[in-house]
T-cell receptor
Framework: EAGVAQSPRYKIIEKRQSVAFWCNPISGHATLYWYQQILGQGPKLLIQFQNNGVVDDSQLPKDRFSAERLKGVDSTLKIQPAKLEDSAVYLC????????????FGPGTRLTVT | QKEVEQNSGPLSVPEGAIASLNCTYSDRVSQSFFWYRQYSGKSPELIMSIYSNGDKEDGRFTAQLNKASQYVSLLIRDSQPSDSATYLCAVKVGTGNQFYFGTGTSLTVIP
């Protein structure tokens, strides 16, 4: 069974630029999560999708971050405009409907904002 | 007060010893608890989930949950150098969909 796929693996941008990350969850997993992990901290949940609907986005900075999951499969997280403090690893995870929150993580995208 | 708190360590144990990792959480309504392992530069990997009070064993790993004390722990028996990693405690808080990770405890197993 293929795992969670993410791209790109690394991205370097200048502040005020925009960036997008892509995630493809494990086949059949209805729930998809985006996390931000700053060095030395635990992952922080940004947004959770159930199929193509948003379940929770209370910690998503909506003035600059957006996410969508069209067709209930893959998802895109966008930052526009980026700030220096957005430098982090962005993790995507998925889980099956029967075992919510038992999450399987992708390799992550390391973002550096200069 | 943070939702999920862990001692950041580092925790060092000799090879073959028992490593004990602890986690406390603030919301009494929390129902679901998870331990993840994260190697340096890698993404978190699910080790254990526990939902009921008591112990749950899986190989060398035992998760212990005490909801009255709002405390969950992970024991690693016969620790191996390959167990050296950061261990993250995660909690589904309350009755909604809030989900929080702790900051993790760094474990080093010394050969």
């Amino acid at each position: 069974e293929a795992g969670v796929a993410q791209s790109p693996r690394y991205k370097i941008i200048e502040k005020r630029q925009s960036v997008a990350f892509w995630c493809n969850p494990i086949s059949g997993h209805a729930t998809l999560y985006w996390y931000q992990q700053i060095l030395g901290q635990g992952p922080k949940l940004l947004i959770q999708f159930q199929n193509n609907g948003v379940v929770d986005d209370s910690q998503l900075p909506k003035d600059r971050f957006s996410a969508e999951r069209l067709k209930g499969v893959d998802s895109t997280l966008k930052i526009q405009p980026a700030k220096l403090e957005d430098s982090a690893v962005y993790l995507c995870a998925s889980s099956s409907s029967g075992r919510l929150y038992e999450q399987y993580f992708g390799p992550g995208t390391r973002l550096t904002v200069t | 007060q943070k939702e999920v708190e862990q001692n950041s360590g580092p925790l060092s144990v000799p090879e073959g010893a028992i490593a004990s990792l602890n986690c406390t959480y603030s919301d009494r309504v929390s129902q679901s608890f998870f331990w993840y392992r994260q190697y340096s530069g890698k993404s978190p990997e699910l080790i254990m989930s526990i939902y009921s009070n008591g112990d749950k064993e899986d190989g060398r790993f035992t998760a212990q949950l005490n909801k009255a004390s709002q405390y969950v722990s992970l024991l690693i028996r016969d620790s191996q150098p390959s167990d050296s990693a950061t261990y993250l405690c995660a909690v589904k808080v309350g009755t909604g969909n809030q989900f929080y990770f702790g900051t993790g405890t760094s474990l080093t197993v010394i050969p």
